[in-house]
């Protein structure tokens, strides 16, 4: 069975910075695409930054200059090194990988990990 484990969260201050990991169970370049989305309480859970197979990198107005999402094949992960944090990208972080399942696009979601920016 499938599985992406997020890792990586914390708590850091307003300025700081914080690298997330997703490492999945299989080879990443079977996923059509992988990507970062976050959730607060009572929010839609909203698009960080994703990558396609083809390395085309696609980020949220509020985190492009600011967030880096990158990708390493031989360990099969995926990870987002957010700097210049703001206490506005408090949230719950989740992996997401989109692969073609059964002719359709099917979507696989990590736990999820929690980072905390402090004012």
């Known amino acids: 069975q499938m599985q992406l484990v997020e890792s990586g969260g914390g708590l850091v201050q307003a300025g700081g910075s914080l690298r997330l990991t997703c490492t999945a169970s299989?080879?990443?370049?079977?996923?059509?695409?992988m990507g970062w989305y976050r959730q607060t309480p009572g929010k839609q859970r909203e698009l960080v930054a994703e990558?396609?197979?083809?390395?085309?990198?696609n980020y949220a107005d509020s985190t492009k200059g600011r967030f880096t999402i990158s990708r390493d094949s031989a360990k099969n992960t995926v990870d987002l090194q957010m700097n210049s944090l703001e206490p506005e990208d408090t949230a719950v972080y989740y992996c997401n990988a989109r692969y073609f399942s059964g002719g359709e696009i099917a979507t696989h979601w990590g736990q999820g990990t929690q980072v905390t920016v402090s004012s």
């Open positions: 990558i396609t197979r083809g390395g085309s990198r």
């Open positions: 299989r080879n990443i370049f079977t996923f059509t695409s």
